[in-house]
């Protein structure tokens, strides 16, 4: 085995195959985040309509889980923390009216700092939520300017000092690669996140998606444009002193101490069954995609006349296999030889071993077993040799 790996804790194996998980999505925000282009909106107006029709999307789509256990429930956005603890509430509750849940269901609350009050804190403590997913995103304020984040450095320091007396499962987010941040920077926000004992990070590199204020900013030359080299130097950085102070990798944007792996994202990435409710929302069934309209209003009137807002996509066979292979990539559990050939084939089996030993030959890929999976080295790349390794023309799949 590459020592630079390691196997999956046994208490992080894959979940049940009959469970599933339920996403929420609130597409409100306080303000424009530069760099995003998720679904949201600033303007309030309509949020009790909205949240009225997520509670009809609930109930009408609980059909999709006859004979699925709910094991977690996520609030992602937008910025879910917007709404009150009694609203939140009212959606869970109608996930358990309409839902068989299990007994301890992870249950996230996607949260933005300035949000996070001693108050609220006290009151989500008290609610169903037992998982927090704090956006701190930098602990530096030219970094937050940068971003137009909601919240300040201060904010970001009180919420987590706050958080910790009300929540042992805390997970942050923090983003590498702005431009300006430097590489001792970088290494502080790390060492301050550590000094908090958060016991989950997710990490992801800046990137400059179409039609956002940041494109339009490098485009203008008023920002640096990201840097690939920094941006894997930061990855580096973050993996090297995460794993030394004992978390695990998980995925590539995912480090979790034991016992505190995401239900939710490890679900995700091990294909599992979830149904995303909300505007843009998507959905996963093992063999079929689907995905909301991506507009309040249309989504609201849609959901008033009793119908769902939804396109559907059947998943060719050549179509689970690609996925499959980057999901797998990214993980440490892998992409396993067996599953290819049982699920797939021996022609897509040979195919991947093909397309795969150069990348093994280079030791950005090794095999451990019967499993294929992406060394250190290779981690960063893990999504362009996924794509190398895609069955891209294969008849009658």
């Not at 424009?32 to 609930?58: G, I, P, Q, R």
């Not at 993980?331 to 599953?339: A, C, D, E, M, R």
């Not at 795969?356 to 999504?383: I, Q, S, V």
């Amino acid at each position: 085995m590459d020592k630079e790996h390691a196997s999956a804790p046994s208490s992080q194996r894959p979940l049940s195959p009959d469970n599933g998980g339920i996403y929420i999505h609130i597409p409100f925000c306080k303000q424009a985040c530069h760099y995003c282009d998720f679904h949201f909106s600033t303007n309030f107006k309509k949020k009790t309509e909205l949240l009225d029709a997520l509670a009809v999307e609930l109930a009408m789509r609980s059909a999709e889980f006859k004979g699925t256990t709910v094991a977690t429930i996520y609030f992602g956005g937008g910025t879910p923390s917007v709404l009150s603890v009694k609203e939140i509430g009212k959606l869970v509750n109608t996930v358990y009216t309409h839902y068989k849940v299990e007994a301890n269901p992870e249950i996230t609350l996607e949260a933005n700092p300035d949000d996070l009050s001693k108050e609220k804190l006290r009151e989500l403590s008290a609610s169903t939520i037992n998982r927090l997913s704090i956006g701190i995103q930098s602990f530096f304020e030219d970094d937050l300017k940068l971003m137009n984040r909601a919240h300040n450095s201060q904010q970001a320091m009180e919420c987590l000092f706050g958080a910790k007396a009300y929540f042992d499962n805390i997970s942050i987010d923090l983003i590498y690669g702005i431009p300006g941040m430097s590489d001792a920077r970088w290494l502080k926000n790390i060492e301050t996140a550590l000094e908090f004992n958060i016991p989950h990070i997710s990490s992801y590199a800046l990137t400059v998606e179409p039609k956002t204020a940041l494109k339009a900013f490098i485009e203008k030359g008023v920002v640096d444009d990201v840097d690939d080299e920094t941006a894997q130097r930061h990855f580096e950085m973050l993996n090297n002193t995460l794993t030394h102070a004992g978390f695990t990798c998980y995925e590539i944007s995912n480090f979790g101490k034991p016992g505190f792996f995401s239900k939710n994202n490890t679900a995700y990435w091990q294909q599992k069954k979830y149904i995303g409710i909300g505007p843009s929302a998507h959905s996963y069934d093992g063999n079929r995609r689907g995905w909301n309209i991506n507009n309040n209003s249309k989504y609201i009137n849609a959901l008033a006349q009793r119908q769902l807002p939804i396109e559907i996509e059947e998943l060719t066979l050549k179509d689970r296999y690609n996925e499959y292979v980057m999901t797998g990539l990214r993980t440490i559990w892998g992409v396993s030889l067996s599953k290819i050939e049982g699920d797939f084939g021996n022609t897509y089996l040979d195919y991947l071993m093909q397309q795969a030993n150069k990348y093994l030959e280079g030791h950005l890929l090794y095999l451990d077993g019967d499993t294929l999976l992406a060394t250190k080295k290779g981690r960063f790349l893990a999504d362009g040799i996924a794509s190398d390794l895609f069955m891209l023309n294969l008849s009658g799949t």
